[in-house]
């Protein structure tokens, strides 16, 4: 029982998968070094989607998606969520007459079919991955 057991145990420790994930890390900013501020970082493999939240001092750490903690190994593009801001107007019962949605992020960055952002995790590899955007 004890070398089946190592067996089992050695096996989980070469194949890809038997962790949780890979958590990256990060920051994201304009190209004039101020941070972005809200808003998510999506890494999509094609088949999958794991997100991170953009905190107000522009970092963030994934946190995989509802079955895995991490992000398993493999190529992703990078893309961002979430970052427009709206500016409500008001009419006189208190209800939304109208709103205007501002980009605050180039929009080539907000979108799976338009970012160039790319990041590749692999065993041992980089687990910070950070981020510089442009304005609209």
């Known amino acids: 029982m004890k070398f089946y057991s190592l067996i089992v145990s050695l096996s989980c420790l070469l194949l890809v998968g038997c962790n949780n994930g890979t958590k990256i890390t990060g920051t994201i900013k304009f190209s004039d070094g101020t941070p972005v501020t ?3 970082v999506v890494f999509d493999n094609g088949n999958n989607s794991y997100f991170g939240a953009i905190s ?5 750490v994934t946190g995989g998606n509802q079955t895995v903690e991490g992000i398993p190994n493999g190529s992703y593009k990078v893309w961002l969520a979430g970052t427009e801001t709206a500016d409500n107007k008001t009419g006189a019962n208190g209800t939304i007459t109208s709103y205007t949605v501002t980009q605050t992020v180039a929009k080539k960055f907000t979108s799976l079919n338009t970012t160039d952002l790319k990041f590749e995790v692999k065993p041992g590899g980089a687990k910070t991955f950070d981020i510089t955007v442009e304005k609209p």
């Open 56 to 60: 107000s001092a522009g970092t963030y």
């Open 38 to 40: 809200k808003g998510q």
